[in-house]
């Protein structure tokens, strides 16, 4: 065929749609063939309106500009005397999408990722658009590890032009990474690097984490932590040459080998500062965490450059530049370093923007932000207005932004926005615990009182022995300085039968008023004064102790407490913290006037050190003292402190350790007044659930001493185990298991302890 020909059959190919005619101006447009497009929707697309002189090259266009719209699988023009007839066929219309075989991923997850691509419901079906998305998902399949996953899709023409797309989903089973390799590696164990790796064998655990099933992003993280590692440990040319994965032919076994270059091991010899300092120089070098002499280390190079940058940015420097630049001395192996500093302009805040919240007033919103409008900026201070906003609980999330203000360069607005929560809770609850067994409780709140931040709170908790009831307030900004103040009124009542306890019964009512005082962003002082009425009853089988008592001051007994209260709080986190330090004191003391003169105090020290990202330490120290003071009056004996529980010495049964009464024929605690615990705990998460379930190693130990005993750190009684804290979708969850390691004869013992509540 010579080319001639072939030239003239394609240019015909093109002209069929359009017949050939005379020009002529258009009468009319007539569209024919539509069934669910509007003819007004085609005549919008038409280059050719009525009146225009209709042409061989328009007619052309006009198939063009409607075979672009996607709605037609064909496009024809034809001529009715002076009438433009345009013929169309409509592409059909999608109907539904099902699934079949899919378990690895949600349904709804893959119909909106469909949507997105232009595959749903109602749109107009295009096989081009079905081929990628097929295409994709198996992709994703893939990413998961599941090679021999296959998928095909199935259309079936519908009534009314429609059609439904199924895809049909052979999953197949996960292959599993069988081995990796480390090619390369001289100066450490490849048992130490591939501890670094999130992908693993398969392990016990994998199951759950699936860690043994290949991923891209999963070996590009691991890549870049094993860089990392080099980095740190001075290798300043450590380099990944290739990194190659294999599969099996039975596509079950995955296969990773990572081929490294080591380079040599370098020293710092020198680290300058150089540039604009913006403050005094002295200063800016107590930021430097890398010191000549020191092994290399790109973590601390990198801490040094966001310190001075942080530094820059607390004295309104908002987009200081800070950079390291290397010189090597490959003979000597050294590495000296020059950190630039370009401060920038100085700038300030003009406006402080509050956004996303509907409900919550402004000013509970405002009264948080430490960072002030006309202020210079500082970084600081905007973190910190940020961390209080999100402590408020009211909102589920909250993002700030820092965006220079349009045709200025110093100035900036802070952009606080909040995304809001339901802040009142109506609760109805269930729950166990080693000690009381069955627990009913309820309480209706609400945190955030007519989006005002103040808290109204109804308790309810009706444990076999000890029952509560409260009704509370709180202003958390009494005054503009922050000083809160709120007041409580309860009814409890004691029952110690099914405890450890020596029997007696107690039914107390009373209220208060209290005060508290910000001292710091995380210091505060509370102050407090009420008033308690408590009845007491006595039996045959109470210990003599108690009888006296109640023979010298009567069943009913009046008290003024005054509390006054100091904490200090600088966790990372409230549930799960891995550093930081919480401290608190208190002093509770029965001012003359009523029938009891007494003082309670207690201290508590805790404090989170990271060992490394995975394990945190736990070191928790608490004692108490508690005595009377005049001569009218007696320590009251429900004043008194115990231990032993999962709250204090695990292994031991709650509130069992101390002095004994054993009168009776039977053995029963008393409690003391001054109180002695120590806990130190290994703790960790499980892989994936960083922030719902905790474990941890412990050991404790813990002792209480009664009125006139000697305090002998001897009589300690000591325990250790397994413990673990998860926050389940039913509640939140404590246990160990603990085994004590010098038990005496009259101690009481229990191994399994936990405390289980949920809301229905």
Request: proline fraction near 4%; glycine fraction near 10%.
């Amino acid at each position: 065929m010579n080319r001639s020909l072939l030239s003239a059959l394609v240019a015909s190919l093109f002209a069929i749609p359009a017949l050939a005619f005379e020009p002529f101006a258009v009468k009319d447009i007539r569209v024919e063939g539509i069934q669910r497009t509007e003819a007004g929707t085609v005549f919008s697309y038409l280059p050719v309106k009525v009146g225009d002189t209709l042409t061989a090259e328009k007619s052309a266009q006009s198939i063009k500009a409607l075979f672009a719209t996607g709605f037609f699988k064909d496009v024809r023009i034809e001529v009715d005397k002076d009438v433009m007839v345009v013929v169309v066929q409509e592409r059909p219309a999608i109907a539904r999408i099902d699934f079949t075989g899919m378990k690895e991923f949600e349904k709804d997850t893959i119909l909106k990722a469909l949507k997105d691509t232009g595959i749903g419901d109602g749109r107009i079906f295009d096989r081009a658009l079905l081929d990628k998305a097929e295409q994709e998902l198996k992709r994703q399949y893939l990413a998961r590890g599941k090679y021999a996953a296959n998928v095909t899709t199935t259309v079936t023409p519908l009534e009314r032009n429609r059609v439904g797309i199924s895809f049909n989903i052979d999953e197949g089973a996960a292959a599993k990474i069988k081995q990796i390799n480390i090619v390369g590696s001289n100066a450490f164990r490849e048992k130490e690097l591939l501890g670094l790796f999130e992908l693993t064998t398969p392990g016990w655990l994998s199951w759950y984490t699936k860690n043994d099933q290949y991923s891209r992003q999963k070996l590009a993280a691991d890549i870049e932590k094993l860089r990392s590692f080099y980095m740190n440990q001075g290798y300043l040319e450590f380099n990944v040459e290739s990194t190659q994965v294999s599969i099996s032919p039975d596509k079950q076994d995955v296969y990773i080998t990572i081929n490294v270059s080591e380079g040599e091991r370098y020293q710092v010899s020198s680290i300058k500062l150089a540039g604009d300092f913006a403050l005094p120089e002295d200063e800016l070098k107590k930021l430097v965490k890398v010191k000549p002499g020191d092994v290399f280390s790109r973590e601390k190079l990198n801490e040094t450059t966001k310190a001075i940058s942080d530094r820059l940015g607390n004295e309104g420097y908002a987009f200081a530049n800070v950079n390291a630049a290397p010189e090597l001395d490959k003979e000597k192996r050294q590495v000296a370093f020059t950190v630039f500093i370009d401060p920038g302009k100085r700038v300030y805040v003009r406006r402080i923007n509050v956004t996303g919240n509907t409900k919550t007033r402004d000013e509970v919103v405002r009264r948080e932000v430490r960072q002030m409008e006309g202020g210079w900026y500082d970084g600081e201070r905007v973190t910190a207005s940020k961390e209080r906003v999100d402590r408020l609980g009211y909102f589920s999330e909250v993002s700030v932004e820092t965006p220079a203000v349009q045709g200025t360069a110093d100035q900036v607005d802070v952009n606080l926005n909040v995304t809001e929560k339901p802040t009142g809770n109506l609760m109805l609850g269930m729950g166990t615990s080693s000690t009381d067994k069955v627990i009913l409780s309820g309480s209706i709140s609400q945190n955030n009182f007519m989006g005002s931040g103040n808290n109204v709170a109804i308790q309810v908790n009706s444990a076999k022995s000890q029952r509560t009831y409260v009704l509370s307030y709180t202003n958390p900004y009494f005054t503009i300085d922050g000083v809160s103040q709120g007041f409580d009124v309860y009814h409890r009542t004691v029952d110690t039968s099914s405890t450890e306890l020596a029997f007696y019964k107690s039914a107390s009512s009373g209220g208060g008023i209290r005060f508290g005082f910000p001292i710091s962003e995380k210091q505060s002082l509370g102050v407090g004064i009420g008033i308690d009425s408590t009845d007491i009853s006595v039996f045959d089988s109470s210990p003599n102790v108690y009888k006296r008592y109640v023979q010298k001051f009567g069943n009913r007994n009046l008290s003024l407490p005054l509390t006054l209260n100091w904490a200090s709080d600088s966790k990372d986190s409230f549930f799960f913290p891995t550093k930081g330090t919480f401290q608190k004191a208190g002093i509770e003391i029965a001012l003359p006037g009523g029938d009891l003169q007494y003082y309670r105090t207690n201290y508590q020290l805790q404090h989170f050190v990271p060992l490394n990202p995975k394990f945190t330490l736990m070191l928790n120290g608490e004692v108490g003292y508690a005595n009377n003071y005049g001569s009218t009056s007696d320590l009251p004996f429900f004043k008194n402190f115990y231990a032993g529980g999962v709250s204090s010495v695990r292994g031991y049964k709650a509130s069992s350790l101390g002095p004994i009464d054993t009168t009776g024929g039977t053995v029963e605690r008393l409690g003391g007044n001054r109180r002695v615990v120590g806990n130190a705990e290994l703790m960790w998460a499980l892989p994936g659930m960083e922030k719902s379930f905790r474990v941890g190693l412990f050991f404790d130990a813990g002792q209480v001493y009664g009125k006139g005993e000697k305090l002998n750190l001897g009589d300690l009684r000591y325990s250790s185990g397994i413990s673990a804290a998860w926050i389940s979708p039913i509640g939140p969850l404590k246990f160990s298991y603990g085994v004590p390691l010098n038990k005496e004869n009259e101690d009481k013992t229990e191994s399994f302890q936990f405390q289980l509540g949920t809301t229905f």
